[in-house]
């Protein structure tokens, strides 16, 4: 993830580029400074409890250092009946789904099954036929520089229109993976396969999921679930077989920038429209044993982590980010971070961990697009964001790294990767 900074001067127009790829927008670029401190749970306690005292209905969160492990949740999670918010909820994690998408592609390029470089139409020709299936190649998928625009656009098209009735218009609506694929190539490119910067496509992981398909011969989540998940040793974590998020959890609120007023929840949804772009439920505690299995190389090898760190530039609604194979890197005061954010409809995830996978954050809110719109409207920082990255800040970086910047401009975090909402 790239890291970029707002000036009070800054326009309205960078912010709402930020809210709109997803980001969570931190300090200034690394410095050679080991990561974090001590956990001090008071200390991370009282932070996250600025987050709900800011306006968020309810976040929870664990940070890890070493072998020690703090973890918190502030808030309701139904807003109605005042039912508490818990730290082992299980969550909608969004595009977090990527990382374990990209993770399933290279235990196959490992074997010898996918080559990276090789043309999508090596494997998939009938899906993406001609000049198109031949430039475009695996790592363009992964890496966000086929330019295959969003599906998200044409599958919800109210959004584009400021309105949220497609959200629940597709509700119960089944989307099959052929389907979504369709959908974004038949919108229009946005750039030449493999030109830089890149653009964040949910459509690249949905055709990463049928690759997956293609050459193993089993259903895209199963082998993610089989080859993944339980090897990462993940007891909460799943693609759910119905709209129902799987074990104890709280409602999703959406606002859309209070285009829907009260907040609506959509925690009973669907989930097909997201496929293995964003479809996987986790617990905070599962996302940090996951990607500190990642790094640590006990997913993949420590050549295909390589690959995933190999970033490019990518714009995600007109932001820049360094993305690389389902990951992208977190530039702190404290240091380089990995992870990836995610924001599906009223749940919104960071997961961030250190190289080595000892520091790690990750946390999760029930209320999305909770910002105002300013005249022009655009969406203005909200005090939320402001709390959460010194919620984050606070966790990677210890206190002293949060205090610093508490006197510096406002930096936005959560958003829903690649979905563009007219205002």
Request: charged fraction near 20%.
């Amino acid at each position: 993830m790239s890291i970029r900074q707002f000036g009070h001067k800054t326009s309205n127009r960078r912010a709402v580029l930020a809210l709109a790829a997803g980001l969570l927008i931190a300090a200034v670029p690394a410095q050679a400074a080991a990561a974090g401190t001590d956990l001090d749970g008071q200390v991370l306690r009282q932070s996250l409890d600025a987050v709900h005292e800011a306006g968020m209905y309810g976040i929870y969160s664990q940070v890890r250092d070493g072998a020690q492990s703090w973890r918190g949740a502030s808030g309701v999670a139904d807003v109605d009946t005042g039912r508490p918010v818990r730290p082992d909820m299980v969550h909608r994690v969004g595009s977090i789904t990527k990382t374990f998408t990209s993770v399933a592609v290279l235990q196959q390029v490992a074997r010898g099954t996918i080559e990276l470089d090789a043309p999508v139409a090596r494997y998939l020709p009938d899906l993406v036929p001609g000049e198109r299936g031949r430039q475009i190649t695996v790592r363009m998928l992964l890496n966000h520089t086929s330019h295959i625009a969003d599906y998200v656009g044409p599958a919800f098209p109210s959004l584009l229109e400021g309105s949220g009735r497609s959200l629940d218009d597709n509700r119960s609506r089944t989307f099959t993976p052929q389907e979504l694929v369709r959908l974004g190539l038949g919108a229009t490119p946005t750039g030449q396969p493999g030109a830089t910067p890149g653009s964040y496509s949910n459509t690249n992981y949905v055709l990463a999921g049928l690759l997956l398909e293609k050459v193993t011969g089993m259903d895209a989540e199963r082998y993610i679930t089989r080859n993944v998940i339980r090897k990462a040793g993940l007891r909460h974590t799943s693609f759910p077989r119905t709209p129902h998020i799987p074990g104890p959890h709280s409602k999703a609120y959406e606002s859309l920038y209070g285009l829907i007023d009260p907040p609506k929840d959509y925690s009973v949804y669907d989930m097909s429209w997201a496929a293995t772009a964003g479809a996987v439920t986790s617990t905070m505690d599962d996302l940090n044993r996951f990607y500190r299995a990642l790094l640590r190389g006990e997913l993949i090898g420590r050549e295909q982590v390589a690959e995933m760190q190999k970033t490019v530039p990518v714009l995600a609604g007109g932001a820049p980010l360094n993305y690389g194979l389902g990951i992208y890197s977190y530039d702190l005061p404290c240091g380089r971070f990995w992870g990836h954010s995610g924001g599906v409809f009223g749940m919104g995830t960071e997961s961030i961990s250190s190289p080595d996978g000892g520091r790690q954050l990750s946390m999760g809110i029930n209320l999305m697009k909770y910002q105002r719109l300013d005249e022009n409207g655009y969406p203005q920082v909200s005090p939320i964001d402001v709390a959460t990255v010194n919620h984050i800040l606070t966790g990677l970086c210890g206190q002293s790294a949060a205090q610093a910047r508490a006197a510096q401009p406002s930096f936005v975090p959560f958003a829903v990767d690649g979905l563009s909402v007219k205002r």
